[in-house]
Nanobody, 125 residues
Framework: VQLQASGGGLVQPGDSLRLSCKASGGLLSDLAVGWFRQAPGQRREFVAAISRTGLATSVSDSARGRFIISRVVTDNTVYLQMNSLKSEDTAIYYC???????????????????WGQGTLVTVSS
C-alpha cells in the first residue's frame, strides 16, 4: 500500500485547508486511516482517524470542532478538512494506514503499518 498526502500550503490564521490522502496498491475499504502531524522540534502527534468501515472517527482534543476526517471510497481517498486554522497547527501532516482493525480507530502511530510522505501546513500571518 502506498499513501500520497497532498493539499498543504501557507495560509493565514482563521483560514481553511483540505488535505488529501490517496491510497494505491490497496482498497480504502480494507484500510483504517489516520492523520498525524509533527511540528518542528516536537514529537509526532495524533490528529484524526477513520475506521476501516468508515463508521467510526476520532479527532484529537486540539482539533475537535475544527477538523473533520472523511473519505470517498470510490476515489480511494481520505480527507482532512481543517477549519479555523491556528498558528499552532503548523506542522508536517502525515497520513497512515493499517489493515488489521475493522471496527476501531487507531490513535497510536505504532499501530499503523503504512505511511505517506507528509505535506507541510504553515499557518502564519
Amino acid at each position: 500500500v502506498q499513501l500520497q498526502a497532498s493539499g498543504g500550503g501557507l495560509v493565514q490564521p482563521g483560514d481553511s485547508l483540505r488535505l488529501s490522502c490517496k491510497a494505491s496498491g490497496g482498497l480504502l475499504s480494507d484500510l483504517a486511516v489516520g492523520w498525524f502531524r509533527q511540528a518542528p522540534g516536537q514529537r509526532r502527534e495524533f490528529v484524526a482517524a477513520i475506521s476501516r468501515t468508515g463508521l467510526a472517527t476520532s479527532v484529537s482534543d486540539s482539533a475537535r470542532g475544527r477538523f473533520i476526517i472523511s473519505r470517498v471510497v470510490t476515489d480511494n481517498t481520505v480527507y482532512l478538512q481543517m477549519n479555523s486554522l491556528k498558528s499552532e497547527d503548523t506542522a508536517i501532516y502525515y497520513c497512515a494506514a493499517e489493515t488489521k482493525t475493522k471496527w476501531a480507530v487507531r490513535l497510536e502511530e505504532n499501530e499503523y503499518e503504512y505511511w505517506g510522505q507528509g505535506t507541510l501546513v504553515t499557518v502564519s500571518s
